[in-house]
């Protein structure tokens, strides 16, 4: 299953590799480290995946990242945090190993899709570094800081939410409560903003369900009831994640 979605997500590097040359080096330079991090991501356990979705924030962050670049690296930051462990995975049952593999092979084609975008953007629309707006590395936040970038409208809608449900998953798997209570009133802001279209609002309420879930998970004090709220999260996550597609 890990290796098909590899191979969906990475078969197109070494055939777009002339164009991504043809980018400008910090460009090339953040996608040639973040396609090393992936790499790994695919069969990382519980313990090794919080550290390496947290490699890729300073990528983000890199001055000089054309915009359509950032946003890639956005998306990969995304399905790296949103990545099922391989510890999780080979303990679920083969019904929910399925949804997995689904979700997987969505997000292998959503990266393709942002990875030709970025390719094809050239070395024209570089931008100025994002560091301040996007705040502190997954799991260290500072405090205000996932607000402020949630509400920069020189940031589409769409990048803003992925970029927050990022930071829910890398705050999940740091077991951070405090920094995962004060996503929800950020999300219930987009989700009651009726400037958005309904497709990013759902995204947003279904966030604000997987925040819920996440806690119940952090919070329990069994394994059993920390299974069961990471699978009902990582459903939530899920419903998110496919509304996202349509967000604009």
């Not at 953040?30 to 550290?51: F, H, W």
């Not at 707006?133 to 260290?140: D, F, K, L, Y």
């Amino acid at each position: 299953m890990r290796t098909s979605f590899l191979f969906a997500l990475f078969v197109l590097i070494p055939l777009l590799s002339g164009s991504v040359m043809a980018q400008n080096l910090v460009d090339a330079e953040a996608i040639r480290q973040a396609d090393a991090i992936m790499a790994k991501v695919g069969t990382a356990n519980s313990s090794e995946l919080p550290p390496l979705v947290a490699q890729i924030q300073p990528l983000v962050n890199t001055a000089g990242l054309s915009g359509p670049c950032r946003t890639f690296l956005i998306s990969m930051q995304s399905v790296a945090s949103a990545t099922t462990p391989s510890d999780t995975l080979n303990a679920m049952p083969e019904e929910m190993k399925s949804g997995v593999k689904a979700q997987n092979e969505a997000n292998a084609q959503k990266l393709a899709a942002d990875r030709k975008t970025c390719v094809d953007a050239g070395s024209g629309q570089a931008t100025e570094p994002v560091a301040n707006s996007q705040g502190a590395a997954v799991g260290n936040a500072v405090s205000g800081s996932d607000e402020q970038m949630a509400g920069d409208e020189s940031i589409p809608i769409h990048d803003r939410i992925v970029n927050l449900r990022s930071k829910l998953d890398g705050y999940f798997q740091a077991g951070d409560q405090a920094s995962l209570e004060r996503l929800n009133p950020i999300f219930d802001k987009i989700a009651k903003n009726n400037a958005y279209e309904i497709n990013c609002r759902l995204a947003a309420s279904n966030s604000i369900k997987q925040v819920e879930k996440s806690l119940k998970s952090i919070r329990a004090t069994d394994e059993d009831g920390k299974n069961f709220g990471k699978k009902l999260a990582h459903l939530a996550s899920t419903t998110a994640e496919g509304l996202l597609e349509n967000c604009q």
